[in-house]
């Protein structure tokens, strides 16, 4: 097995400096049993090298932006090109037109854009523009989707959909939970309590369209168009959170996902955006439509703003993530390594004995160490996590690189060859038969 020297000692330097040596809690291995984790020095396609020189086969991506391998060639001369014309002007630029145009073509319901640093800003923002608009206060979201970490979704489920949310984390008021209702995916029949006992209250339904932060789930058939209409009527706002989902499955939206044909039946008021759009550079945005946009600062009186936002390297990177992602067969390639790869482990996992649900979306899959499925929260937090942690060191230790958490999804990339997905296949049947 792999040995990582050099990663436990800097570990330990990085404890000294770095608040629990990461500068993000998901980075830490402390759900996977704690210890150093692998520090990576250089990423290239598909592939990782830790500071001991040892390869990996990269399936965390990232947590999604990475999706046509690292050092793309045509997003690192891109990001080349707008280092040396400046970094950052605080001035408007075209290429901002150019990306907002792009987003437009591929997510219909953006008659405008906004771009932003991150994910959390995107959808912090939305939640703004939804109150204003509304001139409502409480959002309702639904358990295990992850919207960022921000104060007002950072809320957990209360004991049911009619009661308001508790914090998740300290330092968030019990008055700003008390603005949350958290209500189970897939369930409309909670959701339709929840708008029945504060609909009047309610500004906006916050979703993940498709669930990327429980594993990967789809939407039941008809959830988000009872999701749509309900709100509708309630005259609250939808906001699909696509951080993750967009251009992930294909290139668009759910909202334009050939899964929900009626596209007008599942259209969002707002959809908050990041990781792929920036090519692996920080970005975010949000959009929606016009009127509601309209509330945002300099046209309307919802206030936001950002030293950072729109700059020239971001989305120079976006563009050309976008234009790799414009080419055909791209997605269907992603998607035959993920069939393979997730039918495989299905098929070894099975024959060890090892209860294992896969949730594949196209070019990416949850696996989940149970014998049910997962269609909510509730169903994914009862996996076995202490299993998915002997599993992923098993792995780790054989060079496969996964997220160090039961929930994260595989992700595939336009840069995985078949020899990437063979060595993973022979990888993964050695970490089952030893355990
Ligand atoms: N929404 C979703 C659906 C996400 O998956 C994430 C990040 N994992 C975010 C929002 C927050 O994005 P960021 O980390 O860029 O702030």
């Known amino acids: ?105 591929a997510i219909p319901s953006m008659d405008k854009v906004r771009f932003v640093n991150s994910g959390t800003e995107a959808v912090m923002t939305t939640i703004r523009v939804a109150r204003a608009y509304t001139k409502r ?27 308001l949310g508790i914090p998740d984390s300290a330092g968030v008021p019990v008055s700003i939970a008390n603005e949350v209702i958290t209500v189970p995916f897939n369930d409309l029949e909670a959701l339709s309590v929840a708008l029945e006992t504060f609909g009047d209250d309610v500004a906006a339904v916050m979703v993940e369209p498709i669930v990327g932060n429980f594993g990967m789930v789809m939407p039941e058939p008809g959830f988000l168009e009872g999701l749509c209409r309900m709100t509708r009527e309630a005259g609250a706002l939808v906001i699909y959170d696509e951080v993750i989902s967009a251009f ?6 759910a909202q334009t996902y050939s899964a929900f044909p ?37 046209l309307g009186p919802a206030y ?16 050309a993530c976008l234009e790799v992602l414009q080419q055909p067969g791209v997605y269907e ?56 942690a002997e599993f992923f060191r098993l792995m780790l230790d054989q060079g496969i690189c996964l997220a160090p958490s039961k929930y994260e999804a595989w992700f595939l990339t336009t840069a995985h060859t078949s020899e990437d997905i063979a060595a993973t296949i022979a990888a993964a049947e050695r970490a089952f038969a030893q355990m």
């Open 1 to 105: 097995t792999i040995q990582r020297p050099r990663s436990e000692q800097l570990y330990a330097e990085a404890l000294e400096h770095i608040v629990g040596g990461v500068n993000s809690p998901s980075r830490s291995f402390k759900a996977v049993g704690g210890g150093a984790p692998v520090f990576m020095k250089r990423a290239q396609g598909a592939h990782f090298w830790d500071v001991d020189d040892n390869r990996y086969i990269d399936y965390l991506c990232a947590y999604g932006p990475i999706i046509t391998g690292h050092a793309h060639p045509h997003i690192t001369e891109a990001i080349t090109r707008a280092a040396a014309n400046g970094t950052l002007y605080g001035t408007p630029t075209e290429l901002e037109i150019t990306l907002a145009r792009m987003l437009k073509e």
């Open 137 to 163: 206060s409480k959002i309702i979201k639904f358990a295990g989707c992850y919207h960022g970490h921000s104060d007002l979704v950072l809320v957990a489920a209360g004991s049911g959909p009619s009661t």
């Open 248 to 253: 992930r499955f294909h290139y668009g939206s």
């Open 262 to 298: 009626d596209h007008a039946a599942t259209r969002p008021d707002l959809t908050a955006l990041g990781k792929i759009i920036g090519g692996g550079l920080p970005i975010g945005a949000y959009g929606g439509r016009k009127h509601v946009m309209e509330q945002v600062a300099p």
């Open 304 to 319: 936001q703003a950002g030293t950072m936002a729109g700059n020239p390297a971001s989305i120079s990177a976006g563009i």
């Open 333 to 388: 390639r992603m998607d035959a390594q993920a069939i393979e790869l997730a039918s495989a482990l299905q098929g070894s996992a099975d024959k060890h004995g090892i209860p294992l649900t896969i949730n594949r979306i196209r070019g990416s899959f949850s696996a989940h160490f149970c014998d049910h499925p997962v269609t909510n929260y509730d169903e994914a937090q009862d996996t076995d996590g202490e299993r998915f």
